[in-house]
C-alpha cells in the first residue's frame, strides 16, 4: 500500500495548481488523521471556504466524484481543521483511497464544474496537508502569478492573445497549523487565497520597468513577507513566499531571474 503513494500524488502534482510539500518536518498537531499504523501513500482534496447546501451530483459522474462531494457538508467551511481532516482520511488505506479519488478527479473536472471551487481549494488544501504530514515533509501552497500587457494584433497557434510584455512567477508559500482544532477550513483557505490574491493585485500593480529593470525578486518576498506576517495568527502560520522562476518577456527579448 505505501508504495501507491507517490504514484498517485505525482499524478496531483501534475494537475494541481495550489498546494505542494516540500521537504521539511511539519507540526505533529496539523493533520493528525493520517498519523496512524503503518506509512502509506496519500493523495489530497480540494475544497471550498463556504458552506452549502447538499449538493445535485449528476448520474453520469464518477464514483470518485461522489465520494469527494460527499464532503461537502452544509456546514463544512465551519468544521474545523481537525475535523475535517480526520473526517476526510481517518486511516492510512483511506487516506490513500482519497488521493486516488483527487487525483481522479482532478484529470477530469472542468472550471464551469459548479462544485470546482470546493475540488481546487479545500479538498486540495487539506489532501496535500494529509499527505505532507504522513509524509513527515513540510506543507506549502502553490503560487503561480503573472503579468501580460501589450497585447499583439495577432494570435499564437492555439488562437491566444500573444503579448509584447509578460512575467511568470513560480513560488511556493510554507505555512503550518499549529493548533488544527481551532482553526476553520473557511479560515484556512481564506488566508491562503487572499495570500496569493494580494501578490497578484501586487505584481499588477508594478510597471514594466520596475518588474523588467528592479529587483523583481526581492520586491516579490518582501510583499511575500509583509502578507506572511498580517495574515498570520496564533493558531495558523505562513512563510514569505520561495520563489524558485521569474521569467520576463520584453519585446522579444527572454529575461530569467
Known amino acids: 500500500m505505501k508504495k501507491c503513494l507517490p504514484i ?42 463556504t458552506g452549502a447546501s447538499s449538493p445535485t451530483v449528476s448520474p453520469n459522474t464518477s464514483a470518485a ?5 460527499s464532503y461537502k457538508t452544509a456546514n463544512y ?46 479538498i486540495t488544501f487539506s489532501s496535500h496537508e494529509l499527505y505532507c504530514e504522513y509524509m513527515g515533509e513540510e506543507v506549502t501552497f502553490s ?12 494570435l499564437d497557434e492555439d488562437g491566444e492573445t500573444v503579448y509584447d510584455f509578460s512575467c511568470f512567477v513560480e513560488a511556493n508559500v510554507a505555512y503550518s497549523i ?40 526581492k520586491m516579490l518576498i518582501d510583499k511575500s513577507t509583509e502578507l506572511a506576517n498580517s495574515l498570520s495568527t496564533e493558531n495558523m502560520k505562513l512563510s514569505p513566499c520561495d520563489i524558485y522562476m521569474i521569467e520576463i518577456h520584453n519585446a522579444g ?4 531571474k
Not at 505525482?10 to 495550489?18: D, E, G, N, T
Not at 493548533?179 to 497578484?200: I, Y
Open 65 to 69: 466524484y461522489e465520494k469527494l462531494i
Open 77 to 122: 467551511g465551519e468544521q474545523s481543521i481537525a475535523d475535517f481532516n480526520t473526517t476526510l482520511a481517518p486511516t492510512p488505506d483511506e487516506l490513500t483511497e482519497l488521493l486516488a479519488a483527487v487525483a481522479d478527479v482532478s484529470n477530469t473536472i472542468s472550471s464551469d464544474d459548479e462544485n470546482y471551487e470546493f475540488f481546487t481549494t479545500t
Open 178 to 217: 499549529t493548533a488544527p482544532k481551532l482553526v476553520s477550513v473557511a479560515e484556512r483557505d481564506k488566508a491562503l487565497l487572499t495570500f496569493k490574491e494580494e501578490m497578484q493585485n501586487y505584481l499588477n500593480g508594478l510597471s514594466e520597468e520596475e518588474i523588467a529593470g528592479g529587483d523583481i525578486k
Open 143 to 154: 503560487m503561480p502569478i503573472s503579468k501580460q500587457s501589450r497585447p499583439c494584433d495577432y
Open 253 to 256: 527579448t527572454e529575461i530569467t
Open 8 to 49: 498517485i500524488f505525482a499524478a496531483l502534482l501534475m494537475v494541481s495548481a495550489l498546494t505542494g510539500c516540500a521537504g521539511r518536518n511539519s507540526s505533529p498537531e496539523q493533520n493528525n488523521a493520517a498519523a496512524q499504523s503503518s506509512k502509506t501513500n496519500i493523495s489530497q482534496p480540494v475544497t471550498s471556504t
